[in-house]
Nanobody, 120 residues
Framework: QVQLVESGGDSVQPGGSLRISCAAS????????MSWVRQAPGKGLEWISS??????????YYSHSLKGRFTISRDNAKNTLYLQMNSLKPEDTALYYC???????????WGQGTQVTVSS
């Protein structure tokens, strides 16, 4: 069955960096676009970034609110999705989910989430 398992969440200080991962199994990872979505405490879901399949170079898309601080990537050989987060701010504190996306870009599977806390 389809499984998405996020990892790498941690507590970091403002200005710090963190890379979170999403290990995928149960489907052909290279055939699907993938995304990262987050939910801050007491707030709704916020789309962060998506990456399409891309045979050689996958196209990436980002929320304008990130202003270039985050980078999405994928390793199809390892069935793993990544999110590199730099210059972290307290408002980046959230539960981060990875999703598998249908061609319509609607997420059909979600992981359980990994917690990122940015605090001094």
């Amino acid at each position: 069955q389809v499984q998405l398992v996020e990892s790498g969440g941690d507590s970091v200080q403002p200005g710090g960096s963190l890379r979170i991962s999403c290990a995928a199994s149960g489907f052909t990872f290279s055939s699907y676009s993938m995304s990262w979505v987050r939910q801050a405490p007491g707030k709704g879901l916020e789309w962060i970034s998506s990456i399409n399949t891309g045979a050689n170079i996958a196209n990436t898309y980002y929320s304008h609110s990130l202003k270039g601080r985050f980078t999405i990537s994928r390793d199809n050989a390892k069935n793993t999705l990544y999110l590199q987060m730099n210059s972290l701010k307290p408002e980046d504190t959230a539960l981060y989910y990875c999703t598998r996306d249908l061609p319509s870009m609607v997420a059909d599977y979600w992981g359980q989430g990994t917690q990122v806390t940015v605090s001094s």
